[in-house]
């Protein structure tokens, strides 16, 4: 056994559309997370692994966006955001570049001065201002909080993302890995799948349909002495007047999101897919308790 191996578990916390699963992809190399401009794109603790060799290994957690909850659904995603601050190593917070501190990030700066783990500040999308500015960004961060460190970068166009990693092992324990050097992510191929349905759905459809909508995987089978996976899925959504748009003029929109997620799943499961999508109501499903558990949605993280 390599005694200099380190390995631990690190999330990536921030508002909400901050970048955070844009990041976890560039890491890990591959697309795992899904992203969307819209808020609330990642619901689940959503976990995947990171190997090198020679240096260890790193778990990464990408939580839902810290935010003032306004609905059960909310009060959940809060919940399993704030928890996973207290039971990692390392907590990367990502923010936007700026001079202002507004009440989004203050409300996370609360949450990270009761916990005692080592925080790495990523003040993302560089890309998008001048290089001058950048130090003056540090510096108001610098002002409220001990950070362990301040990296700039972008992680759309992977801009200064190389250098993080070995930062990370900087403050990892020492200890064997916890997954096999192959494993990218712990989550089951359904609750990927769902996901990307999900994220097509995000792009497709209006602002105000989005948040209300979850996916539910009814069945998906490999066609026996073919490479075919057939996946019936089901889009879940709040209201009579969504399911008409979901579902579209001549049923249009629905096509549009099932060629669009048909496309990824098979380039995720590396297979032929065969997808077939429907659209339930389920009115207000965000504020049941039993309907969140039901569709995915649990505090330990399992789906």
Request: glycine fraction near 8%; proline fraction near 4%; hydrophobic fraction near 40%.
């Amino acid at each position: 056994m390599n005694e200099n191996l380190k390995s631990g578990f690190v999330t990536l916390v921030g508002r909400p559309n901050v970048g955070k699963s844009t990041l976890m992809n560039r890491l890990i190399g591959q697309k795992i997370a899904i992203t969307s401009k819209k808020p609330q794109t990642t619901r689940n603790r959503i976990q995947t692994v990171y190997t090198d060799e020679a240096k260890g290994q790193i778990v990464f957690l990408d939580t839902p966006g810290i935010h003032r909850a306004k609905n059960k659904l909310g009060e959940y995603m809060v919940n399993v955001a704030e928890r996973t601050l207290r039971e990692v190593d390392v907590i990367l917070w990502l923010v936007e570049p700026g001079n202002f501190i507004g009440a989004g990030e203050r409300h996370i700066l609360e949450q990270l001065a009761k916990v005692s783990t080592p925080v790495i500040l990523i003040i993302n999308k560089t890309d998008t201002v001048k290089k001058e500015e950048i130090l003056g960004f540090i510096d108001t961060y610098r002002k409220v909080y001990d950070f362990a460190e301040i990296v700039p970068l972008s992680a759309l166009r992977g801009q200064n993302t190389e250098i993080l990693p070995d930062l990370i092992f900087k403050y990892l324990p020492y200890g064997p890995m916890f997954y096999d050097e192959d494993t990218i992510t712990d989550q089951p191929e359904r609750q990927i799948v769902a996901e990307i349905i999900r994220e097509k759905s995000l792009h497709a459809l209006e602002e105000e349909i989005p948040h209300g909508i979850a996916v539910t995987i009814e069945q998906m089978k490999e066609r026996a002495k073919s490479q075919i996976v057939d996946i019936d899925a089901t889009i879940i959504c709040e209201r009579d007047s969504h399911k008409g748009i979901i579902i579209g003029k001549g049923g249009g929109m629905l096509k549009k999101i099932g060629s669009n997620a048909r496309f990824e799943i098979e380039r995720f499961l590396d297979r032929k897919v065969n997808l077939k999508l429907w659209v339930k109501v389920k009115k207000d499903w965000r504020d049941s308790d039993f309907l969140i558990k039901n569709f995915g949605y649990r505090e330990d993280g399992e789906y």
